[in-house]
């Protein structure tokens, strides 16, 4: 589980890096992709909670190497859990990192930019 773990992480990077270097993405992708964010934020929920009840019963407290692990997975999956949250409620945007503009004027004026764009877009549909 935890190699899965890690796999799971570095597609993550991944895919970031995809979305920043402008791969494109289709809208129906993009709908899967919040489906698929919503079902995997329940299931950690569950999974927190799973492991909180596994960690009353006697067996685990009395095997400090099964407890400490329980631990140690219910808190990893906890802090993604809350992770997805906060990244769910914040904005993305695509640029090219190699983008000469960008680069000499920074993240700001990216940002910026991107607003600009987004504001122009959303006025025109």
């Given at each position: 589980?935890?190699?899965?773990?890690?796999?799971?992480?570095?597609?993550?990077?991944l895919?970031?890096?995809?979305?920043?270097e402008g791969?494109g993405?289709?809208?129906?992708?993009?709908?899967?992709?919040?489906?698929?964010?919503?079902?995997h934020?329940?299931f950690?929920?569950?999974?927190?909670?799973?492991?909180?009840?596994?960690?009353?019963?006697?067996?685990?407290k009395?095997?400090?190497?099964?407890?400490e692990?329980?631990?140690?997975?219910?808190?990893?999956?906890?802090?993604h859990?809350?992770?997805?949250?906060?990244?769910?409620?914040?904005?993305?945007?695509?640029f090219?990192?190699?983008?000469f503009?960008?680069?000499?004027?920074?993240?700001?004026?990216?940002?910026?930019?991107?607003?600009?764009?987004?504001?122009?877009?959303?006025?025109?549909?």
């Amino acid at each position: 589980m935890i190699q899965l773990d890690s796999r799971k992480h570095i597609d993550i990077c991944l895919t970031a890096m995809e979305v920043l270097e402008g791969e494109g993405m289709l809208s129906e992708e993009k709908e899967g992709l919040v489906e698929g964010l919503r079902e995997h934020m329940e299931f950690e929920a569950g999974s927190v909670e799973r492991a909180d009840r596994m960690l009353r019963n006697v067996w685990a407290k009395e095997n400090k190497g099964l407890e400490e692990l329980l631990r140690k997975l219910r808190d990893d999956e906890r802090r993604h859990h809350e992770t997805l949250k906060r990244l769910a409620e914040k904005p993305f945007f695509r640029f090219d990192p190699r983008d000469f503009v960008v680069v000499m004027r920074g993240l700001k004026f990216a940002e910026e930019r991107y607003t600009h764009q987004r504001d122009r877009l959303e006025k025109a549909e």
